[in-house]
């Protein structure tokens, strides 16, 4: 009997006048309900949305009408079917003629979505045009401003919205809402929306700040050392200034992972952050100066205490590591150089560590751990490890970003290490054809390491550094216009008219800032 009334529903679909038509049966063969979907669409899932469950009877809410009957379809799971596809005219249609039957899910998915298609990700149809991005922006706007997305969704919404058009009016937005729900969010939430607004090179409110500020306090005893060490991080990269007590609990909590969920990455962060943050009068404000190792005289021996035991974990988990990953040695060796610290026996066992693995490491490390060993000075000029390094140099030079070469050229000049011809080369060509993307400190040092290195650069080299000079010269610090003027003079490099104009025009306003040795090495 159930074959028959199944055979007859076959039969039913198959005549219809809509062409497309999805059967869902429950786990006894039966018919569960039947979906008539619009002309233009395509394999519309048909299972039960009520949590997975087989059999259960179709989810009841708000649906859309077929155009040729009054048959209706469960909007949810139609629109999710169609926004996972990787058909954009598809995607467009949906989002275009049924924005106002869309929930929260779909929303996040299109903006998503079509942002991509802005952002140039995705190959759109000749037919697309920004208005149907616009019209979802709009329903994610008003979602947002109505406090329809959770914490969760909030946060989403934060780390996909990088280089979208129009990011400060509904960024605002998310930030209010995260504002008015706040007693909603847990830490993890809070970490994943801070990181959201790093991505995105934006300043959270100051009435975010303060409210997750005492949220996080309040639920320090359910925050996972993985999520502090998270927020830790987010926090010092934001560049803001907090309470006393949240950076002291966070850092305690980081401490305190014995069960070692923290990644080495993670703990080199951690170690980075909570070492540069100055505590005054209760409040928590970052600073360029870092504690560092040994830690001597502190004004806040709470402080000194969590760093210390924050450094006994990181160093303890990369001792007994024998499967630790190339980019969580780098950031070990990064952040014990960021602190000064100086352990002979550790120095030894992370140097074997890299040169065990010097085949997986990325250019970002090689950078990394060549600028560390030079920090630290734990390598002698012409070893096997900077030989090691330097070709890996070699290898990664034209991936590399303007502050990783700056990084491994001064590295090689302060630990007086005289790299070979090939990577010399190498160096070159990247100035001649990236110099005009340096920043100021990637310039500087750069000159500088050039200069002590007796490394001769060609005029074209020479023009295409001083065509970044001339676009970041706003930037340059006193030291780094001294340094790039001491260097020039060594090189006997005449800087052009338009640098030297430019130069003079930041050292004039900076002269009040500069050091003995800035101003006897501009006058030299």
């Known amino acids: 009997m159930r074959g028959f009334f199944g055979l007859v529903v076959v039969l039913c679909v198959r005549t219809h006048p809509i ?23 395509e394999r519309i899932p048909c299972r039960s949305s009520r949590a997975g469950r087989a059999g259960a009877p179709a ?87 109505s406090d329809f997305l959770n914490p969760f969704e909030l946060s989403s919404m934060v780390a996909n919205h990088k280089g979208l058009p129009n990011s400060t009016v509904i960024l605002n937005a998310l930030q209010l809402s995260a504002v ?37 306090r309040d639920s320090m005893v359910t925050c996972q050392p993985h999520v502090a060490a998270s927020v830790l991080w987010a926090l010092r990269k934001m560049n803001v200034e907090v309470s006393e007590d949240l950076i002291q609990m966070l850092g305690e909590k980081v401490a305190g992972d014995v069960n070692g969920t923290v990644r080495v990455k993670l703990l080199a962060r951690s170690v980075w952050s909570f070492a540069s943050f100055k505590f005054r009068e209760g409040r928590a404000k970052p600073s360029d100066s870092i504690m560092e190792m040994p830690l001597g005289q502190s004004n806040n021996g709470k402080q000194a205490n969590v760093l210390e035991r924050l450094v006994n974990v990181m160093g303890e988990r990369v001792r007994s590591d024998s499967d630790i990953e190339a980019s969580d040695l780098a950031h070990a060796i990064w952040a014990f150089a960021k602190i000064s610290y100086q352990d002979s026996e550790f120095t030894d066992t992370i140097k074997e560590k890299i040169s065990d693995r010097i085949s997986i490491f990325d250019g970002y490390d090689i950078a990394n751990i060549l600028w560390s060993l030079a920090k630290l000075q734990c390598e002698q000029p012409n070893s096997e490890l900077l030989s090691l390094l330097e070709g890996c140099a070699i290898d990664f030079s034209s991936s590399f970003k303007p502050q990783g070469l700056s990084n491994c050229l001064w590295a090689f000049a302060t630990l007086s290490h005289p790299p070979s011809t090939e990577f010399i080369e190498a160096s070159k060509h ?27 650069l060609s005029p074209q080299e020479i023009m295409s550094l001083e065509e970044g000079i001339l676009k970041v010269y706003k930037e340059f610090v006193p030291q780094e216009i001294s340094i790039s003027l001491w260097a020039f003079a060594h090189l006997e490099q005449k800087p052009s008219s338009a640098v030297l104009g430019a130069l003079e025009e930041q050292l004039s306003s900076k002269i009040p800032l500069m050091s003995a040795q800035g101003v006897a090495n501009t006058l030299w």
């Open 19 to 41: 062409r497309r038509v999805n059967v869902g049966f429950d786990r006894w063969g039966r018919t569960s309900r039947l979906l008539f979907a619009q002309p233009r669409l």
């Open 430 to 456: 990247y100035m001649q054809t990236q110099g005009k993307r340096f920043d100021a400190q990637s310039i500087s040092n750069t000159l500088w390491a050039c200069a002590k290195l007796e490394i001769k």
């Open 180 to 216: 008015r729900q706040s007693s909603r969010f847990l830490p993890k939430n809070i970490a994943h929306f801070y990181i959201g607004l790093i991505q995105l090179r934006a300043q959270p409110k100051p009435e975010l700040l303060k409210i997750f500020d005492k949220k996080l």
């Open 59 to 145: 989810a009841r809410g708000r649906g859309i009408r077929s155009p040729e009957g009054s048959r209706r379809l469960t909007t949810s799971r139609l629109h999710k079917g169609i926004l996972s596809s990787t058909r954009i005219d598809m995607l467009v249609n949906v989002t275009t003629d049924n924005l106002a039957s869309m929930d929260k899910s779909n929303i996040i998915a299109a903006y998503k979505k079509l942002g991509d298609i802005i952002k140039g990700k995705k190959s759109a149809p000749d037919s697309l045009d920004q208005g149907s991005w616009w019209k979802v922006h709009n329903l994610a706007l008003k979602a947002v401003e």
